[in-house]
């Protein structure tokens, strides 16, 4: 059984920067496409960045220039850099894995950490 566990999370002020961490045991994750999702109660769940095994990536307009996705396959980890936050990036964060399909949509995805919250004060 995979297990995804995020790391990371944390209260900041407007212009820190947190990283996140997403540590996957239970199976190799290296041919998959791993993402990060955030949640705020009451909305859908909104997609921010992915990165395939390749290291090709992709991230939502909102964070693009700020987040930067990586992933050590020999760890098995996938990272969020998150840089100039603001309150407005306020979530909890998730941590996801896939197979394929589209990688902004979380129904394409078929492991999920428990998630780690962000939250940044203006």
């Known amino acids: 059984q995979a297990l995804l566990v995020e790391s990371g999370g944390g209260l900041v002020q407007a212009g820190d920067s947190l990283r996140l961490s997403c540590a996957a045991s239970?199976?190799?994750?290296?041919?998959?496409?791993m993402g990060w999702f955030r949640q705020d109660p009451g909305k859908e769940r909104e997609f921010v960045a992915a990165?395939?095994?390749?290291?090709?990536?992709r991230y939502s307009d909102s964070v693009k220039g700020r987040f930067t996705i990586s992933r050590d396959n020999a760890k098995n980890t996938v990272y969020l850099q998150m840089n100039s936050l603001k309150p407005e990036d306020t979530a909890l964060y998730y941590c996801?894995?896939?197979?394929?399909?589209?990688?902004?949509?979380?129904?394409?995805?078929?492991?999920w950490g428990q998630g780690t919250q962000v939250t940044v004060s203006s």
């Open positions: 996801a894995v896939g197979l394929g399909g589209n990688y902004y949509n979380y129904r394409q995805y078929d492991y």
């Open positions: 239970g199976r190799t994750f290296s041919r998959y496409i």
């Open positions: 990165i395939w095994d390749g290291s090709s990536t």
